[in-house]
């Protein structure tokens, strides 16, 4: 098993420049999210979906979209990056209905110039 | 929303020497759980604490969550290099969505 797994590791973006992250879990989790993770911020949430069919806004949504494409596939997408987008993008996969552990991706590394 | 504090957000320690950090919380813990994370790496699921004075060891990691089930401490005992990272606490504050609230981190250094 892979887990779960992201692409790409690393990207530079000029502002106004568009993209999408992607992320893909093969463990069968119902719930996936989206996390940045800034220095002195700690990680916060972006986006999540509970389940396959529906998704939700986290703390920091603004300037982000989510699709979720099926039940192993999530994306993120900046249609519009700004240099404070600048982060380390995580995603994210659990189980539904029983405890809540999620398992983290390797993250992406985004630069916005 | 709840809020998670660490404590202290940074750590230096001479290896074989043993430590704790704290994670103290705004509401009540549902759920708690440690990761540990490396430099420029995912996190590493450690621990769930879910019932008030449960404590789940695994090696030389030690977590406790207390009676009140607001505040959490890990404790590492006989440190080494292999314990160097990130650790962060996340808190499950209830309800059916799954949501995850996260700590800051506490970096931990240690000197071989």
């Known amino acids: 098993n892979a887990g779960v797994t992201q692409t790409p590791k690393f990207q530079v973006l000029k502002t106004g420049q568009s993209m999408t992250l992607q992320c893909a879990q093969d463990?069968?989790?119902?719930?996936m999210y989206w996390y940045r993770q800034d220095p002195g911020m700690g990680l916060r949430l972006i986006y999540y979906?509970?389940?396959?069919?529906?998704?939700d806004k986290g703390e920091v949504p603004n300037g982000y979209n989510v699709s979720r494409l099926n039940k192993r596939e999530f994306s993120l997408r900046l249609e519009s990056a700004a240099p404070s987008q600048t982060s380390v993008y995580f995603c994210?996969?659990?189980?539904?209905?029983?405890?809540?552990?999620?398992?983290f991706g390797p993250g992406t590394r985004l630069t916005v110039l | 929303s709840q809020e998670l504090e660490q404590s202290p957000q940074s750590l230096i320690v001479q290896e074989g020497k043993n430590l704790t950090i704290n994670c103290t919380s705004s509401k009540t813990l549902y759920g708690l759980y440690w990761y540990k994370q490396k430099y420029g790496e995912g996190l590493i699921f450690l621990m769930m604490l879910q019932k008030g004075g449960e404590e789940k060891s695994h090696e030389k990691i030690t977590a406790k969550l207390d009676e009140k089930k607001q505040q959490s401490s890990l404790h590492i005992t006989a440190s080494q290099p292999s314990h160097a990272g990130i650790y962060l606490c996340?808190?499950?504050?209830?309800?059916?969505?799954?949501?995850?609230?996260f700590g800051k981190g506490t970096l931990l250094t240690v000197n071989p």
């Open positions: 979906s509970a389940s396959e069919g529906t998704t």
């Open positions: 994210a996969s659990s189980v539904a209905g029983g405890p809540r552990e999620q398992f």
């Open positions: 463990m069968n989790h119902n719930s």
């Open positions: 996340g808190a499950d504050g209830g309800g059916s969505n799954y949501k995850l609230t």
